[in-house]
């Protein structure tokens, strides 16, 4: 039951954004969260930055970054609700420094996803099936530049081998996209599908991915087969000295390679950009040229073609 005012804003604020066509799962789970707070301490008049104070910091071991976020989070739902209600308060932009920010990514070698690869294949795996899904998983990540959420989201009839092609179907964005498969893919994947269907008791999931018990790959599975794994990457050190490579590094290993063959090979980057973006199913181009600055090669192609293009053949001149 909707108990208090903000709660029930909060629901007219989420269908609002649905209609028009966003999915913003994490906004409203944020956002039913503090309209739950709201309620819990009593509190049935509209929105103030105090309020919205309180639930940011509610906890000591938040981190700046998610104090932020929820902020931010609350600061979007005042703008919109404060045109029908003239008391809600709007938090001040900022109170907690910027909300959004890219984390370097870990780049992989191909040498180090066989690693990873070979690791998987040998998890502990009752009926089989894990030890096949999970390095099948992690090739398709390398060979795809999918989101691991979306690698296991696949449906049987989504992986077309006979062509060679695999659609992603409605996920980030509610964009479908086809993505074309290399041989060598197609041929691994022919070979997993034969050893799944032989090790599995049970047909009535129809994903692509699957797991022990015969039902279907989730991330959560998937990210934790990594933390398990990962540390066979590490040589003479027996911790990371920065965070620990994740799932989505590979997708972002993927774009970064992509880019570095062009580069290398001297193609304009700026002519081929919109099919890697569109082929990583990016709404923004910028989000796909972010990937120039995800090594320091990329940095260093991209300062010196910038530098070429500004200065032509006389170079960088510096004055005293």
Request: a positive charge; hydrophobic letters at 35%.
């Amino acid at each position: 039951m909707i108990s208090n005012l903000i709660s029930r804003q909060v629901e007219e604020y989420i269908s609002y954004k649905k209609g028009l066509g966003y999915q913003i799962k994490i906004e409203s789970e944020e956002l039913r969260r503090f309209a739950k707070y709201t309620a819990a301490i009593d509190h049935n008049g509209s929105l103030t930055e105090d309020i919205a104070f309180q639930w940011a910091t509610l906890k000591p071991n938040y981190s700046r970054w998610y104090m932020a976020r929820r902020m931010e989070t609350v600061r979007t739902f005042a703008k919109y609700i404060c045109v029908f209600d003239p008391m809600t308060e709007v938090p001040p932009k900022g109170m907690f420094g910027k909300c959004h920010g890219r984390t370097t990514p870990y780049i992989f070698t191909k040498e180090e996803v066989s690693i990873l690869m070979k690791a998987a294949s040998e998890l502990h795996s009752p009926d089989g099936l894990r030890c096949r899904t999970i390095p099948t998983a992690i090739g398709l990540l390398w060979s795809t530049g999918m989101r691991p959420s979306e690698v296991c989201q696949l449906m049987n009839k989504d992986v077309d081998l006979n062509n060679g092609h695999i659609t992603v179907r409605e996920t980030k964005f509610s964009k479908s996209r086809t993505l074309p498969l290399h041989e060598t893919t197609v041929s691994k994947l022919r070979l997993y599908v034969e050893d799944r269907d032989k090790l599995r008791k049970d047909f009535s999931d129809q994903h692509f991915l699957i797991m022990t018990g015969s039902h279907k790959l989730a991330l959560r599975n998937l990210e934790y087969a990594l933390q398990v794994i990962r540390d066979n990457l590490l040589t003479e050190t027996k911790e990371w000295n920065r965070r620990p490579p994740r799932l989505y590094d590979i997708r972002h290993s993927f774009a970064c390679n992509r880019l570095l063959g062009w580069l290398k090979s001297g193609i304009n980057v700026d002519s081929k950009i919109l099919y890697l973006s569109t082929y990583l199913g990016h709404v923004k181009v910028a989000d796909t040229y972010w990937y120039l600055t995800g090594t320091p090669e990329l940095m260093e192609f991209a300062t010196k073609s910038f530098e070429k293009f500004f200065y032509g053949d006389r170079g960088v001149i510096y004055e005293e």
